[in-house]
């Protein structure tokens, strides 16, 4: 079965905080970015685990899920679009959760460090799968990930890490941030096709992965965001994974940042 998105659709019906819980202390042994690996402690602290507590439904109840993302900005929050999606499944420009925490820094979540902060509001691009979540307050310590403003080269490979699942089937996301290596393999105006590389060639997105980002890496300089995770197969797979291109919106996200990131 297609996956077309990987947060708010397949979150499970959770009603109260505590099934979360247990949800999450239970799912540390699966190895999150289907068929990727561990990442080490410290590495990529701009990874961002979004945990959304109390997601209001058509029926009038409540659920929870999760997200992941990139630190872009001291108090700005790279991520999909579709995970702030309201009762009717219209994505809006703030948060839709009774509570949505966004862990920063801390590659391992059930230890200390890095910071949880409540995301305060959100603004979603116009053309892209893509949305900004506001930080309550600036994260000094963590140097956020740089938005590229031109696009990867067709073969390029490029990382994701996320805090997702392994499978599609009976998803739950993982404590420990994951990772794997893709490649380019098509771009249109919005999106940008890529396929399994490393460690095997169905390394993919998995559930609870929606707006992990996808980044280049370059001896002795920053990373470079090139597209965050939006919507694919089942995962693992090796077709063809659709993910939000960031680059042709560089210029709305630095807009975006400097007209609405007052603390």
Known sequence: MRR???SIIVGALLAPVAALSLLLSTAGAATAIANGEPVPDGRYRFAVKLTMTGIPTADGGRRNSACSGALIAPQWVITAGHCFRDADNVRVSRPVADLT?????????????GHELEVVAVIQSPTADVSLARLAEPVRDVRPLRVGHRPPELGAVVRVTGYGSTTSVNPAPVTRLRTGQMTVVSLSDSVTGLRGYAPQS???PCPYDSGAPFFLERAHAR?????V?????SCPH???????RTDTIAGWIRESIRSGGAA
């Open 4 to 6: 077309t998105t990987r």
């Open 101 to 113: 925490t966004a862990t920063v820094g801390r590659t391992d979540l059930t230890g200390a460090g």
């Open 202 to 204: 169905d390394t993919t």
């Open 223 to 227: 990373p470079v965001l090139v597209s």
């Open 229 to 233: 995770v939006s919507n694919g197969p």
């Open 238 to 244: 090796t077709s063809v994974e659709n993910s939000a």
